[in-house]
Structure formats: structure tokens, C-alpha cells
């Protein structure tokens, strides 16, 4: 009796996800091959491992036995890897989940170094706000994110990653002298900043949140590109961290408008759902971590 590992390491894709449609994504494969895989164990052990149920798969009483078996195999397997192999020889792909605050900052230095350190692994990057990346990493959608803190609690594993002080960002026109402005002066004006879900819109909405203060139109965006767009052309004031736009404020398209307001900072982390075989997930994080420590947006 032979096993393959492509075959176990399909048969727990699916028994974990409950799914073939699931694993078929996971696995970048096609669902009759994952069927197909599944049909080659089966065959190869003599039992019926999988159940297809209405809208779920279930492992039968001899599939949840043969899990245990795989889980031990395919963690023997990636031990082995991770003593003896290079990483140069580790292929396939990684999806990645990625804030976009990360995106304008150290984002190209991060892919640059990966492709030295792991020349056959692909990246797929997406990106979304931290709610969605913790939910999609948990759900087994991507394989690692770059995140908000708050978001990168249990079950996840996480590495620190960087830190960003929101600041208020506006176009000359908005703030045509040097002097700092009050917060009855920024009132005056449009305030916009990250989606609703998020810390930084919390700090700036608790911030402008004021009975001595008249009522503020706070604007949120998921998209960092529109919040940079519209302070460009003059739409309101910006709550952003400055480093995503250094080449603007460096070419006089944007200033930061000196407050004296101290916001919390916003903090990310790279995230994942620690398993069997995520020596090359961790890997990267790992790599993600030391660029985002020695990027200098300034």
C-alpha cells in the first residue's frame, strides 16, 4: 500500500474546510481532482474516509481515525523540510491579505525580498480592510494577512509588524499658512478618514466628538486612494498616517497640518492560522516583519 502526500494533504483540506468547492480553491486545483485525490486514498486504505451531505462533506468513524494518521504525517513531513530543506526549493503559491496602509508603504521592498528568499513561490496579494483579512484567514481564504493589531487575536498567530501616527492631512489651499490649527478650526471642515470598523476612525470620531465643538462631518473610506484623492483636490481634511503619502507632501500636493492632537498609533501585524505545514507562511511573516522594521517613509 502506497500514500501520497498530495492525497492526505487533500484529504484533510476538505475534511477541515467541510468542502471539495473549498479545498479546490485552497489547493489551486480542480474539484474532479480533488475527487479524484480523495478516490486514490480511499482506494489505497481499503475505506471510505469522506461522507458527502447535503451542502457539507463529514469524515466518516475510519476518515476521523485516518485524520489523526494525517495530521502526524504531513507534521513529520514539514519537520523533515524544515530541518533539512532549502528554501529556495519550496514552490507553490501564498495568498496574502493586505491592509492598505501597507500597500503605500514597504508593500514593493516585502515582495522584492520574498522573491530573493523563495524564488519558486508565487505571492497572490489582495486587499481589504482588517475585519475582512482576520475573517478571510480564518475562513482558510488567504494564508497570511497584514492587519490591524486589534484583529490579530486568538486563534491566530501573529509578528509585530509597524506602527503609524494618524496625522491631518489637507492641500495648500486648505491650510495656506505653517500655523497649527485648532480643533475648532479643523471642524470647519470635512474630516476624512479609515472605514468604520476600524480603531483609527473611533480615535478621530471620539476626538471631534465634543459638545464645545460644532457637528463635524466625518467621511470614511476603505480606500486609502480615495482619501488621498479627495484631500488632493481639496474635499476635507484627512486623518491619515502621512508616510502613505511622503511623495506628496514631499512635492507640495499635500501638507500635514500641525494640531498638537496625539492619536493612539495604528499598529499592524502579520497574521495566520498557525497548522501543519506553514513553515513557508511563517517565513514570509517573518521576512514582512524585518521590512516593515527598517522601512523609513521619511
Known amino acids: 500500500m502506497s500514500v501520497?502526500?498530495?492525497n492526505l494533504e487533500t484529504f484533510l483540506t476538505v475534511a477541515t474546510l467541510g468542502s471539495f468547492r473549498k479545498a479546490a480553491e485552497q489547493l489551486h486545483a480542480t474539484q474532479p481532482a480533488i475527487s479524484q485525490r480523495i478516490s486514490q486514498l480511499e482506494e489505497s486504505l481499503g475505506a471510505r474516509l469522506l461522507v458527502r451531505e447535503s451542502r457539507t462533506v463529514t469524515p466518516t468513524p475510519r476518515g476521523r481515525d485516518a485524520l489523526i494518521y494525517a495530521e502526524k504525517l504531513l507534521a513529520l513531513r514539514a519537520e523533515l523540510i524544515n530541518a533539512?530543506?532549502?528554501?529556495?526549493?519550496?514552490?507553490g503559491?501564498?495568498?496574502?491579505?493586505?491592509?492598505?496602509?501597507?500597500?503605500h508603504t514597504w508593500l514593493p521592498i516585502f515582495i522584492q525580498q520574498v522573491s530573493a528568499v523563495f524564488p519558486r513561490l508565487?505571492?497572490?496579494?489582495?486587499?481589504?480592510?482588517?475585519?475582512?483579512?482576520?475573517?478571510?484567514?480564518?475562513?482558510r481564504e488567504i494564508d497570511l494577512?497584514?492587519?490591524?493589531?486589534?484583529?490579530?487575536?486568538?486563534?491566530?498567530?501573529?509578528?509585530?509588524?509597524?506602527?503609524h501616527q494618524l496625522a491631518f492631512i489637507a492641500c495648500p489651499?486648505?491650510?495656506?499658512?505653517?500655523?497649527?490649527m485648532t480643533?475648532?478650526?479643523?471642524?470647519?471642515?470635512?474630516i476624512m478618514t479609515f472605514s468604520r470598523r476600524t480603531k483609527p476612525y473611533k480615535a478621530v470620531y471620539d476626538t471631534f466628538n465634543r459638545?464645545?465643538?460644532?457637528?463635524?462631518?466625518?467621511?470614511?473610506?476603505?480606500?486609502?486612494a480615495t482619501l488621498v484623492h479627495m484631500a488632493e483636490v481639496g474635499l476635507g481634511i484627512a486623518a491619515i498616517p502621512p508616510a502613505i503619502v511622503r511623495h506628496h507632501l514631499k512635492d507640495g500636493r499635500l501638507k500635514q497640518i500641525e494640531t498638537g492632537i496625539a492619536f493612539p498609533p495604528v499598529t499592524f501585524r502579520a497574521a495566520w492560522l498557525p497548522g501543519i505545514d506553514s513553515r513557508a507562511t511563517e517565513k514570509v511573516a517573518e521576512i514582512a516583519s524585518d521590512q516593515a522594521a527598517v522601512f523609513q517613509p521619511f
Open 122 to 139: 508565487s505571492l497572490e496579494i489582495e486587499v481589504d480592510i482588517s475585519p475582512n483579512l482576520r475573517e478571510r484567514v480564518l475562513n
Open 173 to 180: 489651499e486648505l491650510a495656506p499658512d505653517d500655523k497649527p
Open 84 to 91: 533539512v530543506g532549502e528554501t529556495s526549493a519550496i514552490e
Open 211 to 224: 459638545p464645545d465643538l460644532p457637528r463635524v462631518r466625518i467621511n470614511a473610506s476603505a480606500s486609502l
Open 93 to 103: 503559491s501564498l495568498r496574502i491579505g493586505v491592509a492598505e496602509t501597507i500597500v
Open 4 to 6: 501520497d502526500f498530495k
Open 183 to 190: 480643533l475648532h478650526e479643523l471642524a470647519r471642515h470635512p
Open 145 to 163: 494577512a497584514f492587519l490591524m493589531e486589534g484583529f490579530a487575536v486568538d486563534p491566530l498567530s501573529s509578528k509585530p509588524l509597524c506602527s
